[in-house]
């Protein structure tokens, strides 16, 4: 067995390219290919895998990875067909993302945070579920009495918090020990498989604090702000609110 390929998205969400070698590539229905070191996140927790090109270092030639997944514990690129046969075990190459789609998708994913910290802290409401495109995404909640004029109050709110350049922070803590905090309660870390003995967290300084494995932003001032562009009943006590960066595609 070999260790698995060395996952940047985790501890550096900002690192766009790095030079890698091939280990294993699989040509089936689809063009698969692992990485001794990526860059690309494999997509989970409502934040859509990256997309990027990677470049072989001998010849110039490129491949685009139209997506990545992960299985057994690596990280799995996907390769257009289009782009032919693939590269061999050995290859080295130059890894790199599409960096103003996923910079996009950092900003909303703590954008969605945000918007959770706020919705728990000032009205105790649970979170079910989310999902997320680049620039825009949605939350579910347990939320009986949401109505239009709260749904005002949090965007206010929610753009307050950002514009408070709060720090965010990624730490990984031993499982025992994240579940001795009870605001990861509320994010449901007991549904966790038994397995996982170290649990990530994304913490919004002073806001929110919730087991995550995506990549974010390293401030909220690089957010910017947000624009409810949407709620609705999902039932009696389930509601949806739909968010969108006021400036989905800043610069990075
Ligand atoms: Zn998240």
Known sequence: MTQTGEQLCYTDAYARSVGATVRHVESGEATLVVLDRTVFYPGG????????LILRASDGRTWTVVGARKAGGEIVHELDPADGDPPHVGDELQVDLEWARRLALMRTHTALHALCGVVWRDYGALVTGGNM???AGRMDFEFETMSGDLVDAIEATVNAELAAERDVR??????????AIPDLIRTKINLLPPGIAEIRTIEIVGLDLQADGGTHVANTREVGGIRVIGYESKGRINKRIRIQLVDPLVAG
Do not use: I
């Open 45 to 52: 927790g409502g934040q859509p895998s990256d997309r990027g």
């Open 170 to 179: 990624v730490n990984v803590l031993p499982r025992d020990e994240a579940f």
């Open 133 to 135: 495109e680049p620039g």
